[in-house]
């Protein structure tokens, strides 16, 4: 069975302090791993594709990046509007178009 | 604004009851996804519909029926409803044709309560 966990689930940071947040995955063959940002009372949005090792995707001050058992999305100096709930998703070999969720990190960056 | 539009946003029922959420996707797009996220259990996959035609089926309990119309709108069923089915329902589309690159438009949800 796929599994996603992310740590930590919850992460408080001030403006400005650079900081991690983890994704492994267990998965029968990696098809895809994919970031998104949900805010409050709303849908996610999505953020970045990695579909192999040592891969890397930057968005302004996020960036992500993938090994075999993990995925890294790295905030350098966070702003309060960088605050919201960040879900990691892994797509396997063989599972047409369907996305295993982790649990999510919920970031509060303080101004 | 995902373009993916849902009705209703909110909902709130009784044990037993039966319910429809309804989802628009995006313009263009024929592939639509059905979410569920409830606290204990995070995002979960239903059911996928591509061209009004089932592709793809994951926990999806058997209470729970979805469609897509020729006009490409999708309806999720809900029915005999239980305390546990109070849940964030999340409908997604996407773009189709090539690679699928992980980029679901995801609506605001429905919030279901079961009392």
């Known amino acids: 069975e796929d599994q996603v966990t992310q740590s930590p689930e919850a992460l408080r940071l001030q403006e400005g302090e650079s900081s991690s947040l983890n994704c492994s995955y267990t998965?029968?063959?990696?098809?895809?791993l994919f970031w998104y940002r949900q805010d409050p009372g709303k849908g996610p949005e999505f953020l970045f594709t990695?579909?192999?090792a040592g891969e890397e995707k930057e968005k302004e001050r996020l960036k992500a990046t993938l090994t075999k058992k993990e995925s890294f999305l790295h905030i350098t100096a966070p702003k309060p509007e960088d605050s919201a709930t960040y879900l990691c998703?892994?797509?396997?070999?063989?599972?047409?178009?369907?996305?295993?969720f982790g649990s999510g990190t919920q970031l509060t960056v303080l101004p | 604004d995902s373009g993916v539009t849902q009705t209703p946003k909110h909902l709130i029922t009784a044990t037993g009851q039966r319910v429809t959420l309804r989802c628009s996707p995006r313009?263009?797009?024929?592939?639509v996804y059905w979410y569920q996220q409830s606290l204990d259990q995070g995002l979960q996959f239903l059911i996928q519909?591509?061209?009004?035609?089932?592709?793809a089926k994951g926990n999806i309990l058997e209470r729970f029926s979805a469609q897509q119309f020729p006009d490409l709108h999708s309806e999720l069923n809900l029915s005999s409803l239980e305390l546990g089915d109070s849940a964030l329902y999340f409908c997604?589309?996407?773009?189709?044709?090539?690679?699928?690159?992980?980029?679901?438009?995801f609506g605001e949800g429905s919030r279901l309560t079961v009392l």
């Open positions: 997604a589309s996407s773009v189709d044709g090539g690679g699928f690159t992980g980029e679901l438009f």
């Open positions: 998965v029968s063959g990696l098809r895809g």
């Open positions: 990695l579909y192999s």
């Open positions: 998703a892994v797509q396997a070999e063989g599972s047409a178009r369907q996305l295993t």
């Open positions: 313009s263009g797009d024929l592939s």
């Open positions: 519909y591509y061209n009004g035609e089932e592709r």
